[in-house]
Every structure is written in structure tokens, then in C-alpha cells.
């Protein structure tokens, strides 16, 4: 079972990967959903779902919690005071919308996530993005 430093540790390889709309190929492109798809893949071995494709606005167009409800699936739920480093966590980008960005906590007020125009990249977790926290989510089986 992964412990949370593995978990940070194989986030940080991650670190430079150019964003890519719908992939998860570590150093060559990712969005923030192939990146915590690429973290599973790397720490149990298998594709947590197959991933239909999507349109950079269908948390708009659907109004549907959709990532949280794959999250769901594969992940442990945790409350949003209880999330602990090396825990995957969503945001609601637009108000009243679903979550439609993922990241991985890896230091106190630090995320790593990939978002368009940027490459994977450690950022501090401003007020910004607390204001739109909304779900925090634990890889299955980790060890502390």
C-alpha cells in the first residue's frame, strides 16, 4: 500500500509535464484529471476507469458532479478539515458549478495540479483556491 510520501513523491515526477486537454502521460502532457489518473495508475498498477472524452466546458454544460462522483469510485471521501498531505482534493472553479479541478495536497497551504496554460506545477494553496475547496478524497489503503 502507498504511503503518503510515495504519493508526493511520484506527484513531484510529475513536476514540468506540459497540460494537455484529456491526456495523462507523465512528461508529455496532462490535465488535473490525468494527473491524479496517472497517480493511480502509478500506485495500484491499473486505470482506475476508462475516461470518456470531454470538452474543457462540460462541468458547465452538464452541471453534474461528475468528477466528484468518480472520485468517489476510487477514492476514500474525507472531510475537508480532516485532508491530510497526499490527498487528492476538488475545486469548484465557478460559483453555483461543480468541482471541475483536481490537485494533490503536498505541504501545508501547497498543491501540485495541472490547469491550462501551465505545465504540472507546485502552487501555494491561496485563498483563492480555499474559497473553492469543496471535496477532499484519500488514495485506497494508505499508509501514514
Known amino acids: 500500500m502507498p504511503t503518503r510520501n510515495e504519493i508526493i513523491a511520484r506527484a513531484r515526477s510529475w513536476l514540468g509535464t506540459p497540460y494537455l486537454h484529456q491526456a495523462s502521460v507523465k512528461g508529455a502532457g496532462t490535465d488535473c484529471l490525468g494527473f ?60 453555483g458549478a461543480p468541482a471541475k479541478h483536481a490537485a494533490l495536497l503536498v505541504a501545508p497551504r501547497r498543491i501540485i495540479h495541472a490547469y491550462s496554460g501551465r505545465a504540472v506545477c507546485e502552487s501555494h494553496l491561496s485563498s483563492w483556491w480555499l474559497k473553492r475547496l469543496i471535496y477532499a478524497f484519500q488514495f485506497p489503503g494508505v499508509e501514514d
Open 36 to 95: 491524479v489518473r496517472g497517480l493511480y495508475r502509478e500506485l495500484y498498477d491499473f486505470e482506475p476507469e476508462k475516461t470518456p472524452a470531454y470538452s474543457a466546458d462540460w462541468a458547465e454544460v452538464s452541471h453534474e458532479e461528475t468528477l466528484r462522483d468518480a472520485a468517489r469510485r476510487h477514492l476514500m471521501p474525507v472531510a475537508i478539515d480532516k485532508a491530510r498531505l497526499g490527498d487528492v482534493v476538488l475545486f469548484r472553479v465557478n460559483a
